[in-house]
T-cell receptor, first 117, second 113 residues
Framework: GEDVEQSLFLSVREGDSSVINCTYTDSSSTYLYWYKQEPGAGLQLLTYIFSNMDMKQDQRLTVLLNKKDKHLSLRIADTQTGDSAIYFCAESISGPPSSGSARQLTFGSGTQLTVLP | DAGVIQSPRHEVTEMGQEVTLRCKPISGHDYLFWYRQTMMRGLELLIYFNNNVPIDDSGMPEDRFSAKMPNASFSTLKIQPSEPRDSAVYFC???????????FGEGSWLTVV
């Protein structure tokens, strides 16, 4: 089955790096995602990584994927107060082609990142 | 593109009243999802549609909840009768094809008193 786990809270000082961790259980995941939710808003896609990659970098964001350990992390360099939000990890699991069913995203519980001045 | 559009953004209603939430997916997206977010349960998938057909409604909490998608550009989630425990943020999301990124609307913030 699918189960995505994240720690609930993380606090960092402005300017430091933040590392948000996620573990998942389904080895058939094809894509893994990071979404960001700011207060009062919907979930916004931050970045994603295909399961055959082990690292993806996009400006201040670095995603690391360890398939062996089923561990995904998001590193935010030079964290700013505007980065304070809830970060959701999600995995995309392929459904059987014959069913026509979409891959579903299974979300973690979210990590509340607080950036302290 | 305008993104996924939901209405109303906020609704406060009395227990027992009918609530209808509306969603317009991104044009051309074949998949539409309804999620519910609460502090206690996090983000839950309620139901999703493919080409306007409900595929999996196993997440719908009970018979008081129903969802329809009469055409490719419109979906509703209805709660009748509403109860205080239905208070949550309801998100609509859409994706182009199976396995692609899901794009979320801004959510409908429902309070049932």
């Amino acid at each position: 089955g699918e189960d995505v786990e994240q720690s609930l809270f993380l606090s960092v000082r402005e300017g430091d790096s933040s590392v948000i961790n996620c573990t998942y259980t389904d080895s058939s995941s094809t894509y893994l995602y990071w979404y960001k939710q700011e207060p009062g808003a919907g979930l916004q896609l931050l970045t994603y990584i295909f399961s055959n990659m082990d690292m993806k970098q996009d400006q201040r964001l670095t995603v690391l994927l360890n398939k062996k350990d089923k561990h995904l992390s998001l590193r935010i360099a030079d964290t700013q107060t505007g980065d304070s939000a809830i970060y959701f990890c999600a995995e995309s699991i392929s459904g059987p082609p014959s069913s026509g069913s979409a891959r579903q995203l299974t979300f973690g519980s979210g990590t509340q990142l607080t950036v302290l001045p | 593109d305008a993104g996924v559009i939901q209405s109303p953004r906020h609704e406060v209603t009395e227990m027992g009243q009918e609530v209808t939430l509306r969603c317009k997916p991104i044009s051309g997206h074949d998949y539409l999802f309804w999620y519910r977010q609460t502090m206690m349960r996090g983000l839950e998938l309620l139901i999703y549609f493919n080409n306007n057909v409900p595929i999996d409604d196993s997440g719908m909490p009970e018979d008081r909840f129903s969802a329809k998608m009469p055409n490719a550009s419109f979906s509703t989630l209805k709660i009748q009768p509403s109860e205080p425990r239905d208070s949550a943020v309801y998100f609509c999301a859409s994706s182009l094809v199976a396995g692609n990124t899901i794009y979320f609307g801004e959510g409908s913030w429902l309070t049932v008193v």
